[in-house]
């Protein structure tokens, strides 16, 4: 990985196997003070939210009351060491034009909804980010109400495993590459938050 913002590294966990998962979720709590009824109602919450915010036109109010609920879950945790948590996407030429618009540099990237990452790589796409997250940063971690483990709350007898680690950043996350590489067919960007 090659992070030039030193000053940003306190070696920062990375995640490898379900275990790493469960030693973050021992440690930050990440689920503290988010009641059944707020998991339940954000394992419902699909990509449309995200669709919704970024067409521009007023939301509706149930789909406000979504965003309003993601956004006061994110300010609740702040990490509490140094993340890298990976993102799998199609292109960031998106993301790119969005940072030009706001006047940022071409080394960053403009999140206009919620960045969905993941603590464990997905290499799903053919273009990765590994992504710094510096202590300190709000974030919503879903685990094991996620979406993409299945639906919450599991039947009867049923055991969920967080196999993901789905960790949420909110809307305008600002992102600065810091280096680009090839691995095996797929171009890994190194990013950092940049607040």
Do not use: W
Not at 40 to 48: A, E, L, S, W
Not at 64 to 80: A, C, P, Y
Not at 127 to 138: F, N, R, S, V, Y
Not at 164 to 189: A, F, H, Q, S
């Amino acid at each position: 990985m090659i992070f030039r913002k030193k000053n940003l590294i306190d070696h920062p966990l990375i995640f490898n196997t379900s275990d790493d998962i469960y030693e973050f979720i021992k440690n930050e709590k990440p689920h503290y003070g988010i009641t059944e009824e707020e998991k339940i109602v954000v394992n419902r919450i699909g990509c449309g939210l995200n669709n919704a915010i970024r067409s521009g036109r007023e939301l509706d109010p149930y789909t406000q009351q979504e965003m309003d609920l993601f956004q006061r879950l994110i300010q609740m945790h702040t990490l509490k060491h140094s993340i890298i948590v990976n993102r799998a996407v199609r292109s960031i030429d998106y993301e790119l034009t969005l940072a030009r618009n706001k006047g940022l540099s071409k080394k960053h990237l403009f999140h206009d909804g919620f960045l969905y990452t993941s603590l464990l790589r997905a290499y799903s796409g053919q273009i990765h980010l590994k992504i710094l997250i510096p202590e300190g940063t709000p974030y919503l971690y879903t685990g094991v109400f996620s979406n993409t483990i299945g639906s919450y709350p599991p039947e009867e007898n049923q055991t969920i495993k967080d196999t993901v680690g789905e960790l949420i950043l909110d809307i305008g996350t600002i992102l600065k590459i810091d280096g680009k590489r090839r691995e095996k067919g797929i171009t890994i960007y190194d990013v950092h938050v940049d607040k």
